[in-house]
């Protein structure tokens, strides 16, 4: 099959252009699960799913040197944080990649083969203090606006 079959959709690429993901700064990191399915239990009632995606991202800072994650919250099918990359950091994908295959591993020792992310994640560089702000209150009050949510599924 060719890759520009017009069978299926193009996909526009999630990355900024020319743009260094190794580079110091925070970003704003959303990761879907597969089809959006709710893997992750309920807003604010994870399942252990969820816990162990919450956990996997209160430990990227053990595994990965020179990131922080300074805000986060698992959802019944995505999650949100603002990773910090500082001087010493690896490139955004790197540190995202090793997340999901870690949590990945966690999930299929209880449920073999379970299919957990879509494929690659959407960023958004966070560019100002009034940005971040804003980013941080969209994640703190995400569980409460989950049913007005774009990823919001019955």
């Known amino acids: 099959m060719e890759r520009n079959d017009e069978r299926f ?3 526009k690429h999630p990355r900024l252009r020319y743009y260094d993901y ?5 970003y704003f990191v959303t990761i879907c699960t597969t089809e959006k399915k709710c893997i992750f239990g309920e807003p604010e009632l994870l399942n252990q799913y969820g816990w162990l995606a919450q956990q996997g991202l209160a ?3 053990k595994h990965a040197q ?8 698992v959802m019944p099918n995505h999650v949100h944080a603002i990773i910090v990359l500082g001087e010493s950091a690896t490139d955004l994908s790197v540190v995202i990649g090793q997340y999901k295959s870690a949590v990945t591993r966690k999930i299929r020792r209880i449920k073999s083969g379970m299919a957990i992310w879509q494929t690659s994640f959407h960023d958004h560089v966070i560019r100002s203090e009034e940005a971040y702000q804003r980013i941080w209150e969209y994640i703190d009050t995400n569980p409460i606006r989950w049913k007005d949510d774009c990823f ?3």
């Open 66 to 73: 020179g990131v922080r994650v300074d805000k986060y919250v």
């Open 152 to 154: 919001y599924v019955e």
């Open 59 to 61: 430990e990227i800072e």
């Open 9 to 11: 959709p193009k996909r």
């Open 22 to 26: 190794t580079q110091p700064g925070s």
